[in-house]
């Protein structure tokens, strides 16, 4: 009998294999962010605010929040529910 792909997603979420693919996409994002720092403090801190400016720090930062409380909430199986309107990420806040 195989198993359906629904069936092998729902093992794969559940399984701490999941978790370290999940913190190993966050230690390249934080690699990533390493690597190019020095040419975004060059052309992004140092340079005029404008619209183009504004949107790279609205795309390159909040996911570094998101990363960080959803390996915190993946490792610890869940965030109190009163720590979301705090850290106004509610996508990974699980209330159990």
Do not use: Q
């Not at 140092?46 to 490792?75: C, Q, S, V």
């Not at 979301?84 to 699980?94: E, H, T, V």
Request: glycine share 6%; net charge positive.
């Amino acid at each position: 009998m195989s198993a359906s792909i629904e069936d092998i997603s729902k093992i794969l979420a559940s399984s701490w294999l999941s978790n370290y693919f999940y913190v190993s996409g966050f230690t390249l994002l934080i690699i990533d962010w390493l690597s190019t720092l020095d040419t975004e403090i060059k052309y992004i801190w140092n340079g005029n605010w404008g619209l183009g400016k504004a949107l790279f720090l609205l795309t390159r930062y909040p996911i570094f929040a998101e990363r960080m409380l959803g390996t915190y909430d993946r490792m610890s199986h869940s965030i109190p529910a009163s720590l979301c309107p705090r850290l106004l990420i509610a996508i990974n806040c699980k209330s159990r």
